[in-house]
Structures are given as C-alpha cells and as structure tokens.
C-alpha cells in the first residue's frame, strides 16, 4: 500500500540539524584547503562576507516559508512567481547539484578510509558509503531524521571540540608542551593578503559554494512538524551557527598551520591536529569528517528525491516520481538519484586519485547558486499575492527589503563573473551552463512549456 502525501514527521531538532549536516560537509572539511591556498588568512573575509550574504538569503527564504511551507520551496516559488520554466530550471540544477555533491562525498569517504587503510581501493569505501545512506533514505522520514540528527551532531560537537582545543593551543599551548602558538601565523607567511586582493576575491567564488545547502531547510517545510514554527526557529539560529563554525574554524586553522604548509589534498583539520602532535586527536578528527561525509550526501539524496517529487507534482517529470512508499517516502527519485550516485563510485574506479574530489565538487558550484538567484528574485511577486497588509503583519520579514535583494543579487552576479575569470572555477561554470541549456531542450522539445500552472497550496498546520 502506498501513502498519498508526504508525512510530517520531522522534529524542530531533525530539521536544524539536517540543514546543519547538509552545509558542514566537504565544503568545510575538505574544500577549505584550496580556498586557504588561494587567498591565504585573508580567506576568513570571505567566509565572514559571504555569511552576511547567507544570512540575508535565509531571510528571504524563512519570510517566504512562513507562509507557504510547501514542499519543494525555492523550486515552488520559481514555478509560481516568476516562471514555470525557472521553477523547472531551479528543481533540476538543485538536483544536480546535490549528486554532484554527493559523488564528491562518497570520494571523500574514500579519501578519509585511506588514513587508516592506505591500501583499500577508494570506491570499495565510497559504494558502501553509499549503501549506507540510500538504505537511510528509503526508511521512514522519521528515520531518515534521527539518524542524519546523530551524524550531524557528531560534526558539530566535534568542531566545537576543535575551537576549544584550538583555543587552548593557541592561547597557553595546551598539548605543545606549553608554548602558546599565538596569532602569528595569520600575517607572518606573506601577510594576511599574500596574494593580494585579486587572490581573496579568486578564492570568494569557491567560498560561496561552500555555503551550498544551507538552503536545505526549505526542502523539509513539506515533512516538518508544525512547519511554521519550526522554520522559523531553524532559520534564525542556522545562518549564525554556520557562521560560527565556517569562520572560527577556518581562524584556528590559520593561526595553529602555517597556511602556506597545508596541503591541495586532504582535510586541513586532520593536519593541523597532527602538527601539533595530537595523534589521536587526528584520527578522532579523520572519523567524524568520515560522518561528515556520509551526513551531507545522506542529505543531498533526501533533497533529490524531494526535488523530483515536486517537479512531478508541478506536472514537469514523469508521475513515477510522485509515488511514495508506504512510509512516505519517495522511493522512485531515490532510486534515480542512487544511480546517478552510482556513478561517482564508477569514478572512484577509474580514478583513484584524491584530485577527483575537486574535480568533481567544482560542478556543483553554479548549480548551487540558482536557488539563491531565484529566492532573491521571486519575492516581490510573493509580496504582491499575498498583498500589504498580511506583510505588514509578517512576524518574520526579511529585512530591508528590497535593498537586501538587489545587494544578494548583485553579489551573486559578482561570483559569477569571478567565476568565469577565474581559470580554477571556469570549467565548472561552464558545466553549469551546460547543463541549464540540455534541460532547457528537453523542457521545449517534451512540451512541458505546454502544460497548465498548478497550484498546491498549504493546508495549514
């Protein structure tokens, strides 16, 4: 027996955590190693300026949310308020975006199993990686939640453990045999901007994709209990929480590491621990960004079946992917979505060289940005069907609108620009672009551009 619509079953601590485990991931664990080549100590401008611009986007979102927590979000408010078409392209390039994310996951399990077992092959740990997180998402949502909730907690608790230790380090040399490290790190190799400013605003393109997920909240507002409430609640404390972690991680960093030192390849966290001759620390470190790994494309696969079930929903995928198992669940998109994964551990195979983690990540990056683009875009036309005088009466406006949008907006256009000057983020720019083109084919050439607006509205509590 089937279940007719998704159930709510998400708790107010599942859905913050889930958007939690979503962005800490490879972004920060892995990914912060290139931008800290690229701009040096300065790289924590970016990760500060860019949370700012995070923070407006959620905003936007959590006003938006409030009213409409429907599943599907962003993707929903593309198709109703600016376009089918950009609802279309929203759904997709999220999609996208996320198995791109997850094939780089599951290279990252990989990469962290060869700390303690040097010689298994990478894609033996990345397919049961994947084993591990499909048989998660084709459980009840219920499940799905405790168990990114644990995983999710496990990376959390661990980086908080990290800015005290570090704190120590740092402060009275704790475990350096009681030499304080200092500051000195941060302007002693080149200074804080040793590739100037043009290396800082390089680096800012590859920044902003690090804070890829942080919309996740709004793909659960469709299995949220008390959706409103607990929306809210998740967007006010994430963008701070992120903030937190993102820039006080990467400070500690740079402060314990010469940053000139780190490594392309690797986790800097696992490296600054072993610098300091913490060993065990180190493989305590290399486990929980193994969980990192495993919690952001447990993550990804859940928002890829959802994308799928509200396109299907919107009458723009096959009706194969609205059906839910008996638990609720759409089992369809998560089995598409598991074979596309498949296909990175099909990498793996080919490739066992730790480069394709960036090779592949970088893909992600201007798909990730489209949801952005469409948040800031489609709020005006929100305001005006929902008229003035419920806005006035919004208990969770974003602010300053509408100049936060055009600044968001402008920002956005900012990166992509950089992007495509940039010779390390071009490719994935281009890939980017390439796929919007091969949807937008088969959005005209199947006749989806034929097909009448539908409109599901939120019920209530």
């Known amino acids: 027996m089937e279940s007719e619509q998704l159930g709510r079953h998400l708790k107010p601590r599942h859905v913050e955590m889930i958007a939690l485990g979503g962005t800490i991931g490879v972004g920060l664990f892995m990914g912060s190693a290139s931008t800290i080549q690229t701009a040096g100590p300065s790289v924590l401008l970016c990760y500060a300026f860019t949370g700012v611009v995070m923070f407006l986007i959620m905003r936007i979102m959590g006003e938006m949310l409030y009213l409409e927590p429907v599943p599907g979000s962003f993707a929903a408010y593309g198709y109703r308020y600016i376009s089918p078409y950009v609802g279309f392209i929203t759904a997709w390039c ?25 010689e298994l092959p990478h894609w033996i740990s990345a397919l049961v990686g994947m084993a591990i997180i499909v048989m998660a998402n084709l459980a009840s949502v219920k499940y799905y939640g405790e168990f990114e909730f644990w995983f999710a907690l496990i990376k959390v608790s661990t980086i908080v453990f990290m800015l005290v230790v570090g704190a120590g380090l740092i402060l009275f040399g704790f475990g350096n045999g009681g030499v304080a490290i200092g500051f000195s790190n941060l302007w002693a190799h080149g200074g804080f901007f040793p590739h100037g400013i043009s290396g800082m605003l390089a680096a800012m393109c590859v920044v902003a994709a690090a804070f890829q997920g942080v919309e996740l909240v709004g793909i659960t507002a469709g299995e949220a209990q008390n959706p409103r409430h607990t929306l809210v609640k998740a967007v006010k404390s994430i ?38 001759g913490i060993a065990s620390a180190a493989g305590l470190i290399n486990f929980v960004v193994l969980t990192a790994a495993l919690s952001g494309c447990n993550s990804g696969i859940y928002s890829c079946g959802r994308m799928l079930y509200t396109l299907a929903k919107n009458g723009q995928a096959p009706k194969m992917f609205t059906k839910l198992s008996k638990s609720g669940v759409p089992r369809n998109g998560i089995y598409v979505s598991m074979c596309s994964l498949g296909f990175g551990v099909f990498l793996n195979y080919l490739m066992p060289n730790s480069e394709l983690f960036l090779y592949i990540y970088s893909a992600s990056v201007f798909p990730a940005m489209v ?13 005006e069907r929902w008229g003035a005088e419920i806005i006035a009466k919004h208990p969770f406006k974003s602010p300053w609108y509408p100049y936060s949008n055009y600044f968001c907006l402008l920002f956005l256009v900012l990166v992509t620009i950089g992007m495509w000057w940039n010779e390390d983020t071009r490719l994935s720019l281009i890939i980017g672009w390439a796929f919007i083109a091969i949807i937008t084919v088969a959005y005209y050439a199947a006749g989806i551009y034929k097909r009448p607006i539908v409109h599901e509205e939120y019920k209530g509590e």
């Open 371 to 383: 949801s952005w683009f469409v948040l800031a875009g489609a709020q005006k036309k929100f305001r």
């Open 94 to 118: 999220y999609w996208f975006m996320w198995i791109s994310v997850g094939m780089a996951e599951v290279t990252a399990v990989g990469i962290y199993m060869s700390y303690w077992f040097p």
């Open 239 to 276: 963008v701070w929480r992120i903030l937190i972690f993102y820039v006080g991680a990467i400070f500690v960093i740079l402060c314990i590491y010469p940053w000139n030192e780190l490594s392309f390849v690797g986790s800097p966290f696992v490296q600054t621990f072993s610098r300091v």
